[in-house]
């Protein structure tokens, strides 16, 4: 629960000091959806609102509740907001950001490409994640109201997790800690503008 308030404040902080969302005109906030979350049959949402001439504040929000075949699964609840400075201007051309990462999981019995966690086939986990990392992302004009956005983050994630064979109701093998570095964010996003 520490954590959760921890995360609210930073959320809050960033508000403080960059500006109020509810300043930004109409045309200063957009709405959007990661295809390639979409691809892991993820469901996400994300919202930007312009708190500068350069700078945004993304909140996105991701929810996976499935369960597949042979309790096959990837089920989590993650929020991740986005502090943007735009090499231009906002909505327009590339970007550096700061994002935080929250969320819960229940997750395994998927072989994972490149052999990053080779548990993960044959366990089940379920847990908590935190961190945050740094991205680089770019936005293309396609039409007055549309954009579309690539970008990719790197960073830190804790994973505080219990550990279970990958058979439903598997037997629990014991709480683990995980410290990751690496990708934490990677998105191609429908964008529309307000």
């Not at 350069?54 to 096959?72: A, S, V």
């Not at 735009?86 to 999981?105: A, D, K, T, V, Y």
């Amino acid at each position: 629960m520490m954590r959760i308030k921890t995360f609210l404040l930073a959320i809050g902080g960033a508000f403080l000091l960059f500006g109020n969302a509810h300043n930004a005109k109409a045309q200063d906030f957009a709405i959007k959806t990661n295809l390639l979350y979409w691809a892991t049959t993820t469901m996400n949402l994300q919202v930007e609102f312009g708190l500068g001439e350069r700078t945004t504040l993304e909140l996105g929000g991701n929810w996976n509740p499935w369960t597949f075949d042979d309790n096959k699964k990837i089920k989590h609840w993650l929020v991740q907001p986005e502090l943007r400075l735009w090499n231009c201007e906002r909505f327009n051309r590339g970007f550096f950001g700061i994002h935080l990462i929250g969320g819960q999981f229940n997750a395994g019995g998927i072989k994972l490409p490149f052999d990053l966690w080779p548990d993960f086939e044959n366990r089940r986990f379920e847990g908590w994640m935190y961190g945050g990392g740094i991205s680089y992302g770019y936005q293309w004009y396609l039409g007055p109201r549309w954009n579309l956005e690539a970008t990719i983050g790197a960073g830190y994630m804790r994973l505080d997790m219990t550990e279970y064979n990958s058979e439903v109701c598997g037997e629990e093998l014991g709480k683990k800690k995980r410290d990751y570095w690496g990708p934490t964010k990677v998105g191609l996003s429908f964008v529309y503008l307000f």
